[in-house]
């Protein structure tokens, strides 16, 4: 580890789950990658879930499984700390990762895969509960993220997220990428109409930009970018067209009632992006609702 960068300030530990499929080495890998980086505690969760038939089989036993994830992180991580428990897979992570004071936890994307444990409404419910930040990851890794897109609303959320991103990846290019959903655009906006609202978007961008805490030379070299269209569909098109490797974004906490009513932007995003997705936790605010009550917007 002798290579690795400083420590981000507000990160004190990861938490990977796995099920022990071939998808879940790929987040398994980049954890490892991130705390060989960072120089930060790892830890490694696998879930038997209480409904499952003989949860513990003669092969398969805690002792057992222990050894294969000692045996994938050998010579990376010497000192991971694995977990072996049962229960409900979303409930176990998201306890493991309070008790150990993780700060971000780390999931396989296993949406086109049936059958696994730790996908679909696994990663949803984590996504959507994490007091924790979370990455999705969906791609190979190959070395350190180098090309990270930041998507913002321009609330103080996205702007946290800004800020996390820029403090994890300082070295990394960083595009920062403002989608705004107009109904009925080509109805009422000509070009002269569309040339003074990027403009005055582009002007609310450099504001917004203003009041981040970034170092003064990322400040200069990241990009700015504004489109016009659903947030989920101009993300995906700019990280294919640009071979970005990593997509972050601000969840904010909303009511239940609001993310069951209106939908979740957050989720269509990780849904549909085509790189690994970090979701950055806003910290909760004085007098906030618990996780437990929240949803994200």
């Known amino acids: 580890m002798s290579n690795a960068s ?3 300030g507000r990160l004190q530990g990861i938490l990977v789950a796995t099920d022990l499929s071939a ?17 930060v505690p790892l830890h490694v969760v696998h879930v038997a879930p ?18 294969r994830i000692e045996r994938d992180v050998q010579g990376d991580v010497t000192d991971a700390r694995i977990h072996v428990e049962q ?11 309070r008790r150990q004071r993780c700060d971000l936890v780390v999931l396989g994307d296993a949406s086109e895969t049936s059958g696994r444990r730790l996908l679909g409404s696994t990663v949803d ?3 959507r509960s994490s007091p924790a930040s979370v990455l999705v990851v ?35 290019a960083l595009t920062l990428l403002h989608a705004l959903d107009i109904p009925y655009e080509s109805l009422w906006l000509d070009p002269a109409r569309r040339a003074d609202l990027v403009r005055l978007e582009m002007a609310t961008i450099e504001e917004f930009v203003a009041q981040a805490q970034l170092p003064a030379d990322l400040r ?18 700019h990280a294919l067209e640009h071979d970005s490797d990593l997509t972050v974004i601000g969840a904010f906490r909303r009511g239940l009632a609001f993310h069951l009513l209106v939908g979740g932007t957050t989720r269509r995003i990780v849904q549909v992006a085509p790189n690994d997705v970090l979701v950055v936790r806003a910290p909760a605010q004085p007098g906030s609702r618990r996780p437990e009550d929240t949803g994200l917007a």
Not at 23 to 39: E, F, G, K
Not at 52 to 65: E, F, H, L, N, R
Not at 144 to 158: F, I, N, Q
Request: aromatic share 4%; proline share 8%; net charge positive.
């Open 50 to 67: 209480r409904d499952a038939i003989g949860a513990w089989s003669a092969v398969d036993t805690p002792a057992s499984i222990r050894q």
């Open 87 to 97: 229960g409900e897979p979303a409930e176990v992570i998201l306890d493991v990762a």
């Open 125 to 127: 419910i984590v996504v």
């Open 6 to 8: 400083p420590v981000p």
């Open 220 to 237: 200069r070299r990241m990009q700015r970018l504004v489109e016009h269209g659903h947030p989920e569909s101009m993300l995906r098109k």
């Open 138 to 172: 969906k791609q190979r890794p190959r070395g350190a993220y180098r090309r990270v897109l930041v998507g913002t609303d321009l609330t103080p959320e996205s702007r946290h997220g800004l800020d996390t991103a820029a403090s994890l990846f300082p070295d990394a």
């Open 23 to 39: 998808r879940c080495d790929r987040a398994l890998d980049r954890a490892v990658q991130l705390s060989m980086q960072w120089q």
